[in-house]
């Protein structure tokens, strides 16, 4: 199926976002506010802050509110003053890195909940076309141009072009497919002068200093998300929009033409219900057009989603009402993992199948709509259990993460204690009050509204009979700012 790509730009002075459509349909989106903005991609002069030679770490001072975690495997040999020839094997953490040793890195993942970012010294600098690593040697192509002709092609052009700018590794973008070697040189000849200037700002700087930001996230989306498939670019600010059109003009020259200014009054995200996409896309439950649903769960670990059949009773079999239902579903979950960006360890449940050849398909039909997600994937086999195992990478916070907070009544547990334990809660506090306050005249109750209100009906009996056996009367006051799961006994 033909698919026709259209992206929306939202800009306001407080956030920008991004929307990916694809026939209609929304797809992606991102959202930078400018009081938060993510910091993936940036590099910074760091400073080692301690060396953990037990996780093979080192935690390291990049001048934000947490120092930053770099992992030994993250950490480009060359780039530390070290030589990995004399020593096949990777060195251990305390022989490349020290307390006080400053170094250049940068970050891989935006720091998340009490995690700080994610670091490396293996510097890649991207441009439309091209990926730069100055401190390696190696050259890959993306996975997704699939032509081997064009593929040597492309490659042959890039030993080329890195010869003529002092070397460097170089991942070739999908972007590049059918570019002529007047378009690489130019990207490699941009990406080659911007390291030097680089290198040069990293001399003076102090350590905790930032040496390069990545671009907006409006510019970004030109770099990284327009595709051939996309038809138009919307953008509802025209200050916006001739920043966009000047930076496709000087990189991306047969860009200009497919992006708009949007004057009209009404929103631009409104047009295509964008925001009622946002409300939906926060919920646990995603509906299907059969009548199945999905139940998505986020936790620290990882991400659950759970496939039923709902109202849906199909019209032949079991095995087929399943097959169709997991068939629909597989589509619906390679949309939703996009949509709310969710990422790291995902398990998807689903229903059980019986013949070895609709696993297979289900499985097929899932890879095949994960190919258009611009994250990387990677899905294993169903297992015995009926599971799927995948993995998604993550780099920024989902979309629930950076719209929502956890709820200050539940605490984040998506649960509350129900009226009945609670009470049973009150009494117990009771009877430990009357046992320490034995001459008090009268104790005071104060608790939310539908607690009070069980007190006074369904726990009538309970409440006289303890009254009686304590010998204490006991008053009861509804206290409005209390939540369900919070109340105080006090003698009076």
């Not at 905790?208 to 138009?232: A, F, K, N, Q």
């Not at 009402?321 to 360890?345: D, H």
């Amino acid at each position: 199926m033909t698919v026709n790509e259209e992206i929306l730009v939202n800009i306001t002075p407080q956030e920008t976002r991004v929307a990916i459509v694809e026939n209609g349909a929304l797809q992606e989106v991102s959202i930078e506010r400018q009081r938060s903005r993510g910091i993936v991609g940036n590099i910074y002069k760091g400073k080692v802050n301690r060396v953990l030679p037990g996780m093979e770490a080192a935690f390291v001072d990049i001048g934000l509110e947490k120092a930053g975690f770099l992992h030994v495997a993250d950490i480009d040999i060359a780039s530390t003053g070290g030589d990995g020839s004399e020593n096949p094997a990777r060195p251990l953490i305390n022989e490349l890195l020290h307390e006080g040793k400053t170094l250049l890195v940068q970050v891989l993942k935006d720091p998340m909940g009490t995690k700080g970012a994610r670091l490396s010294t293996s510097i890649s600098v991207p441009s439309r076309y091209l990926v730069y690593m100055p401190n390696s040697s190696n050259v890959g192509i993306s996975v997704k141009i699939e032509d081997e002709n064009e593929r040597e092609r492309l490659k042959s052009l890039l030993e080329s072009c890195r010869a003529q700018n002092h070397g460097g590794g170089c991942i070739i973008r999908t972007a590049a497919e059918g570019v002529d070697e007047r378009e690489l040189r130019r990207d490699m000849a941009f990406l080659s002068k911007l390291w030097g200037a680089l290198l040069e700002s990293a001399e003076s700087a102090a350590p905790g200093t930032m040496i390069h930001e990545d671009l907006p996230l409006s510019i970004r989306t030109l770099r990284d998300m327009v595709g051939l498939e996309t038809s138009v670019v919307k953008v509802d600010s025209r200050e916006t929009f001739q920043k966009m059109s000047n930076f496709a003009a000087r990189y991306i020259p047969d860009l200009p033409a497919r992006i708009e200014h949007y004057p009209g009054d009404r929103p631009l995200f409104d047009l295509y219900n964008i925001d009622d996409e946002l409300q939906r896309a926060l919920a646990r439950q995603v509906s299907l057009k059969s009548g199945g649903y999905l139940i998505i769960d986020q936790t620290e670990a990882m991400t659950t989603i759970d496939i039923n059949t709902g109202a849906y009773v199909g019209h032949q079999n079991l095995e087929e009402t399943t097959f169709k239902t997991n068939m629909e579903a597989s589509q619906a979950i390679a949309r939703q993992l996009r949509l709310r960006n969710l990422g790291g360890i995902i398990i998807i449940d689903f229903i059980d199948m019986e013949r070895e050849d609709h696993k297979r398909q289900v499985l097929t039909s899932l890879q095949k709509y994960l190919a258009r997600d611009h994250a990387k994937t990677q899905v294993c086999e169903v297992s015995p259990l009926g599971l799927v195992e995948m993995t998604r990478k993550r780099t920024r916070e989902s979309l629930e993460h950076v719209l929502c907070e956890p709820c200050k009544i539940c605490r984040g547990r998506g649960s509350l204690k129900t009226t009945e334990t609670v009470c049973y809660e009150i009494f117990r506090e009771i009877l430990r009050e009357a046992r320490f306050y034995d001459e008090a005249k009268q104790l005071l109750v104060m608790a939310n509204q539908d607690v009070v209100d069980r007190l006074l009906d369904e726990e009538a009996a309970s409440l006289a009979e303890l009254e009686t056996f304590i010998r204490i009367p006991v008053k009861l006051q509804v206290e409005a700012h209390l939540s369900q799961e919070s109340y105080d006994v006090v003698p009076v």
